[in-house]
């Protein structure tokens, strides 16, 4: 039967860090929704429209290369992380461990510390005990759905979603949402990273002898005991045997037998322990991050691909062409002879202008004699805003049957280098 924990409130260093990621992870998290940039939403995925909007750039579904380059980038910065010092993202800033900070603040406020909320859950059904508790659970409630809330504000634009009345699929994705945040902060907390999360099972394959990680120095330490000596002749260490790191572990492991795949490296055991040393006179670092060698050859491995990663796909961002194009044969008339014997062909072009502008493209041909666009060889295309083209290429008489190589260039009228090349076949029967 699982035993419930009690983590208790702790201040330090780590602490101090551990809240500033917190408040740095959700301002950007609650922020970024209501963020506008062109009279539209800043940050918008809008998988109904097939567009997604971050900032001045808009994303098609043909940019998904650049959705898996993220992802590679993000692998590769969690493997340099725990390479270096152990898991920094599951201590500081995973949404496990934020929202279960939150979750804590708010049941210290309502219930009190660890020992008054242990006191609490012991005694019967009080009008004090209902009172807190229904308090605590609605803040929590609520908290969790204005958290689903957001989280689906960032693929349905947030203020028509505070504005009207929900669709089944938000509303749905909203309760969705709303209950894992409750369920997984609120409830079961450690469990999550104990037993969902596979990271705690594969993190020792990133250690090395020289990953900084949480540790106790039993040397200094042991034996422990609330004394002077242990004996006449054997001395007792500095660990008092308080369990103030035992008491403050979310996870509720005991860092003084060893690194175990439960501890999150939150380094809440070390604020607790230096605590305790300065209130008896001992030095700090009984319990503290080992000493390593940060510049390794795995780390630099590590370094040098997440760096040339990451300028590649900025600099890939940076000269990105403001214009896709798609050709799609039109298979109802693949070739046929038309006025004055030229051969035509009709294809579509589904050109994408991915700018926040309405701009006019320029269609033109080449790869065969004489090859032309017959009719009209502009399109205008609003912004942000793909548009269907049907083209008509005609050939001069006289080439040999076959299928020919040819080559469209669209180009956009009065901006200098924002031109697109796509290849396509040209059949003569």
Known sequence: MRQKIYPRAVRGWFAAWRWALVWATQLVFYGGAWLTWNGRQALLFDIAHRKFYLFGLVFWPQDIIYLAVLLI??????????????????????????????????????????????????????????????????????????????????????????SSTPGPWEAFWVLFYGFATYGNAGWMREQVCKYMCPYARFQSAMFDNDTLV??????????????????????????????????????????????QN????????????????DKVGKPRG???YSKGRVLRPRVLVYAVILAAIAIAFG??????????????RDRAAIAREVEGGLIEN??????????????????????????????????????????LVPVRVRV?????????????????????GVAVTERATFVVR
């Open 73 to 162: 980038v993000c692998a590769l910065s969690l493997f340099l992380f725990t390479a270096v010092a152990g898991r920094l993202w599951c201590g500081y800033a995973c949404p496990q461990t934020v929202y279960t900070e939150i979750f804590l603040w708010i049941e210290r406020k309502v219930e009190g510390d660890r020992n008054a909320r242990m006191r609490l859950d012991q005694q019967g059904f009080t009008r004090e005990k209902v009172l807190r508790k229904g308090t605590k659970h609605g803040l929590w409630i609520a908290l969790s759905l204005w958290t689903g809330l957001t989280f689906v504000g960032y693929f349905t634009p947030i203020r028509e979603l505070l």
């Open 214 to 259: 949480i540790t106790y120095d039993s040397h200094r330490g042991e034996p422990r005991g609330a004394g002077k000596k242990a004996s006449s002749t054997t001395p007792l260490g500095d660990c008092v045997d308080c369990g103030i790191c035992v008491q403050v572990c979310p996870t509720g492991i005991d860092i003084r037998n060893g690194l």
């Open 262 to 277: 439960e501890c999150i490296g939150c380094a809440a055991c070390i604020d607790g322990c230096d605590q305790v040393m």
């Open 286 to 288: 009984l319990i503290r």
């Open 315 to 328: 600099a890939s961002l940076w000269l990105r062409t403001p214009l896709k194009v798609d050709v799609i």
């Open 346 to 387: 009709v294809y579509r072009l589904q050109i994408m202008n991915t700018t926040e502008q309405a701009r006019a493209f320029e269609i033109g041909i080449k790869g065969l004699p004489g090859i032309h666009v017959w009719g009209s060889n502009t399109a205008g295309v609003p912004a942000a805003t793909s548009r």
């Open 396 to 416: 001069d008489p006289g080439q040999a049957p076959g299928s020919y190589l040819v080559e469209f260039t669209i180009t956009a009228l009065g901006v200098d």
